[in-house]
């Protein structure tokens, strides 16, 4: 068997069928060979083996893949056909020049009616059911006339990727040819437009001819008339190339080049404006310098070139446009219907007004108040440290410029009023508390708007706390007897709550009595549910009545405590003595 070969025989479907052989076992001499060969071809001492259809096949790639199945066909030669793709089995795409057909009549109207057309319209291209003409009262299949014309079929167009994204795709350039020549019989216009007028200036004498050496010599000139045009239409074009020079540009209008210019050689970058790496930070990304980098320098920031860009930010009309904006919104709350973007101008002089009328008020407030008081002489008195050249505080500071002491730093200030004494108090509201209130410690006052009495007041407050805790005391000592008109009442009450029990608890024997008759009925009905069920499980399932086990209604109380009376546990060592 390890010599023979194993032949099977062939269907019988078709004249190319090949008949299946397993290929014949190599010697061990034949195994070296092929080997050696293999090898050569890869380091490319032998030339590449070549396949069937003349190309070479690249020695670096496995036998499996290059060697042909010996069950499709054993003769064939080592190719690389059956890797690449079968030209049998590729969807085939739809040309560049295909496309629908737009205003196209194809066929004309027939005059007599034709086998397996329409029978109400005679159209080829649907049957009477699909027909969208208004049912005639007599087909055109019995009349012959009025025969429709066939609809035009537009046909099915399947294209790759690069065809469904091609944007000129159908267009016709025919249609561009229409466009040039509207555009070259408007030309043709314009020059006889020209030379007309030229020629009526020449007849009325506002024009005079050249007198150049052609005239003289009796020559004339060919294109004087075309080189005239083209200049003109130059010297049109160009009038207006000298005012067109904008920023970043340099129009030429003689050469015709627009160049770009660079930005200007002198301005300093941003991170070369101050070269310590302390300075304003510098990101790479947005190419923003925020803060300014000539702080520490000492320099006006007026005076330098460059600030930083909050700088700029805040400068001009900014603290102006967002102080406007502010306002607009504190109007709009209280009524007033102004807007900055719908109404700027209603907005700047209802502005302008109010701070008008504030300093307005401002001033009368300040005149109001130092009539009343006095002491305009302090307020045009100088600062005291004008007047005396010098402070008294401390401050004292490093060799590096920073402050040793001196200078302590500012404590946050809360968003509430702090250290606000009202009514002559000399301490804060909050500052004395005793058994769960607060007060001031001032004068031990819980009374939040209570006037300052002072040491009065703690005096007052000692005495009713110590008065307070000697009534219990004498109350217990002291009780006081009880008329007989209390004792008879007491009496009476006794009675009442006597009776008020006995009443009760002849409810609540009435009441348990009930629900044991309930319970007896509710156990009753639990048995005779039991031998229902009982005699329904020894029925077959198929004739049992339908849902005879289940049943819809909600239990009562008294169901359930029997169910849980009459339920068998199997766990339950007395389970076996229940039903005796």
């Not at 406007?324 to 209802?350: M, N």
């Amino acid at each position: 068997m390890s010599s023979g070969t194993v032949t099977n025989a062939a269907p019988s479907g078709g004249s190319n069928d090949v008949g299946l052989e397993e290929p014949k076992k190599m010697t061990r001499e034949d195994w070296r060979k092929k080997k050696e060969l293999e090898e050569q071809r890869k380091l490319g001492n032998a030339p590449a083996e070549v396949d069937e259809e003349g190309k070479d096949i690249n020695p670096h790639i496995p036998q499996y893949i290059s060697s042909v199945p010996w069950y499709i066909d054993p003769s064939k030669r080592p190719t690389l056909k059956h890797q690449r793709p079968q030209p049998e089995k590729q969807k085939k795409y739809s040309t560049s020049g295909e496309w629908y057909k737009r205003g196209v009549k194809e066929h004309a109207v027939a005059t007599r009616y034709r086998k397996g057309a329409c029978e109400n319209c005679g159209a080829l291209t649907h049957s009477k059911k699909y027909c969208m003409e208004r049912p005639r009262r007599i087909g055109a299949r019995y009349t012959g006339m009025n025969i429709a014309p066939d609809e035009h079929v537009q046909p099915q167009l399947t294209f790759d990727y690069d065809g469904k994204r091609d944007r000129w795709n159908g267009y016709n350039p025919e249609e561009h040819m229409k466009i040039v020549e509207e555009y070259a019989k408007v030309d043709l216009a314009k020059r006889t437009l020209k030379a007309q007028k030229l020629q009526e200036e020449l007849a009325s004498g506002k024009l005079e001819q050249v007198n150049s050496p052609r005239h003289q010599w009796g020559e004339e000139e060919p294109n004087s008339q075309t080189e005239r045009d083209h200049n003109s239409e130059d010297e049109d074009e160009d009038k207006y190339a000298d005012d067109i020079d904008m920023p970043g540009q340099n129009f030429d209008s003689k050469r015709r080049i627009t160049v770009r210019n660079l930005r200007i050689r002198e301005d300093i970058a941003k991170y070369l404006r101050n070269l310590d790496p302390n300075s304003a930070y510098y990101d790479p990304k947005t190419r923003a310098m925020r803060e300014n980098p000539y702080a520490n320098t000492g320099k006006n920031p007026d005076e330098v070139g460059y600030a930083g860009d909050n700088f700029v930010r805040y400068t001009g009309d900014t603290i102006s446009m967002a102080q406007t904006q502010l306002f607009a919104w504190e109007a709009y709350d209280k009524g007033s219907e102004v807007h900055l973007q719908a109404d700027p101008t209603k907005l700047e002089l209802l502005y302008k007004s109010f701070k008008v009328k504030k300093e307005d008020f401002k001033a009368q407030q300040k005149e109001s108040i130092l009539e009343k008081y006095g002491g305009q002489e302090h307020l045009d008195a100088p600062p005291a440290e004008l007047l005396l050249a010098q402070t008294e505080d401390y401050v004292e500071y490093s060799r590096h410029g920073t402050v040793i002491k001196g200078q302590e730093k500012a404590v946050a200030c809360s968003k509430y009023e702090e250290d606000v004494k009202i009514n002559n108090h000399t301490s804060i509201w909050g500052s004395y508390w005793k058994e769960g209130k607060w007060g001031y410690k001032c004068c031990h006052s819980f009374v939040k708007y209570s006037y300052c009495t002072g040491e009065a007041g703690k005096e007052i407050a000692d005495a009713e706390a110590s008065l307070l805790q000697e009534q219990p005391r004498e109350e217990e000592h002291m009780t006081k007897p009880k008329t007989l008109m209390e004792i008879h009442q007491e009496k009476q009450k006794e009675k009442k709550k006597k009776k008020h029990k006995k009443s009760s608890n002849s409810d609540s024997e009435g009441e348990e009595k009930k629900k044991q008759e309930k319970l007896k009925k509710a156990l009753n009905a639990e048995e005779a549910r039991l031998l229902h069920a009982k005699e329904l499980m020894q029925v077959d399932e198929r004739k049992r009545p339908y849902s005879s086990i289940y049943d819809s209604r909600e239990p009562t109380e008294e169901e359930m405590e029997a169910y849980r009376m009459k339920r068998q546990r199997p766990d339950d060592p007395m389970a076996s003595f229940l039903g005796q």
